[in-house]
């Protein structure tokens, strides 16, 4: 399983060879287990399995020496590593009242994801800002509301012919054949 490791490590920037990130508390390490490290600080992969100039040089214990110079970073960088253990690492909550605030949280920002309406549509909240404009609609199903429609003349490349001709049929087809003249 991949587990993403937050607190369980010790970054030492280094040269290249010299640098390296200590996996401490991380019970029966395996350096064939790391899938990645990201100095997220820096937005940079320090370590990836499948690159020759990001492996690892060397494994001392739970120390893995880095084949990339990390001289110019920080000891206080904050890391990303992808660890696949064997087993799903177990997480600790000493206090109960930070589980009780990271699922409030969670329900808070959930609550725009609800159905509002028998439907079970969905509420929407878009940003005021510029919206892109669309150059091709393929299918509406219904339309409530048109305030105003311009162009009408390039719907079927005609004038208000468009909407006369079909009057007349309503009225030769439906209207002219009931009327008695007697």
């Not at 990130?21 to 990201?38: A, G, K, L, Q």
Request: overall charge neutral.
């Amino acid at each position: 399983m991949k587990d993403f490791l937050v607190t369980d490590y010790i970054f030492s920037p280094g040269a290249s060879t010299a640098g390296y990130v200590d996996f401490i508390n991380v019970t029966d390490f395996d350096v064939t287990r790391v899938v990645s490290i990201i100095n997220q600080t820096r937005g940079i992969v320090i370590y990836a399995t499948a690159s020759v100039e990001k492996k690892y040089s060397s494994v001392s214990g739970t120390r893995v020496f880095l084949n990339f110079d990390t001289s110019t970073h920080s000891a206080a960088d904050k890391l990303q590593i992808v660890y696949n253990s064997s087993q799903a690492l177990i997480t600790q909550d000493t206090d109960q009242q930070d589980l009780t605030k990271l699922l409030s949280r969670l329900v808070k920002v959930m609550e725009n994801q609800q159905a509002c309406d028998a439907a079970q549509r969905q509420r929407v909240t878009i940003d005021a800002g510029t919206l892109p404009a669309v150059t091709t609609v393929s299918t509406v199903t219904t339309c409530s509301t048109v305030s105003s429609v311009t162009n009408a003349a390039a719907i079927a490349g005609m004038n208000q012919e468009q909407y006369i001709n079909i009057a007349r049929n309503a009225y030769a087809n439906s209207i002219r054949n009931r009327l008695f003249f007697g």
